[in-house]
């Protein structure tokens, strides 16, 4: 019998992704999604695979599935920074009462649930690389905190839910994952970065740049995601990221300047407040409990994704 699997955001960068890949291993997918910050062209070419269900539909609401569900992946929220400080109260609600609805849905259908958490549990952290086991540094009532805050919470409820009820829910830890399918508008540095080389535009650095984030590319993420759904790991965090690619924000400009041929000037504006100064994950557990480890590296990575937006720049009306 086929999987059943739903993936709440998954019209979304990740997500699409995701459901792309599980539609190829053989599985059914819901895929429930408010398009509130997905990108509807990401999961258009599937409409028309019979394995494909598409419900629209905001996780913060009530929701039910009739046919047995056997995984639930969890990724519904808006994710860039951008995003979710113009929308901190869907963003706090959906990683606490959209995951609840996730959560009593693999409680009622006896389903495996995963949740992607975030780096940004640690907040700007005294600690590089980061490893699982540090608690973070948050401002709980910063302009970041609607992220920040719903995540740590959505990981207390997940773990308390799962030793209330006996629910089989796992925890990762998403650090900086870029590729085809981002929003080229959701401010993110890559695709900011990105859309200002291939137009000529400034680049635009906030502060001087030597803040630093590892990059992972969307394979290496999707992979990781389906293994610790497959894993035997119940309510304990695994960071997945890539440390190895790991540079300043204005290499990180550099590199797409170069790869792109532009002539864009880079400019510096002004560092948004409670920004991360360093992120690097610690992948131990990854590579050790989920036998694991990011294999393309961010050159390769970065060509494939400004091939992408190449192509799709002109549905982009700026
Ligand atoms: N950033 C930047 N210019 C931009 C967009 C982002 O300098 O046009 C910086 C941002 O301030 C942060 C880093 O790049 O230090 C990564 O930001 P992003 O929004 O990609 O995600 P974050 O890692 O902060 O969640």
Known sequence: MKKRILVTGGAGFIGSHLVESLLSDGAQVICMDDLSTANPVNT????????????????????????????????ASPASPKAYQEMPIKTLFSNSIGLHNSLNLARKHNAKLLYTSTSEVYGDPKISPQHEGYYGYVNPIGPRSCYDESKRFGESLLVNFSRTFKVDAKIVRIFNTYGPQMKIDDGRAVPNFIYQSLKGEDITIYGNGNQTRSFCYISDMVSALKSMMASNIVAEPINIGNPKEYCSILQLAQKIKKITGSKSRIIHGKMPKDDPIKRKPDITRARKLLKWQPKVNLDKGLGLTIDWFREHLKEYHH
């Open 44 to 75: 258009k070419h599937l409409h028309s695979d019979g394995n494909f269900r598409f419900i629209k539909h905001d996780a913060i609401r009530p929701f039910s599935i009739s046919r047995k569900v056997d995984e639930i992946y969890h990724l």
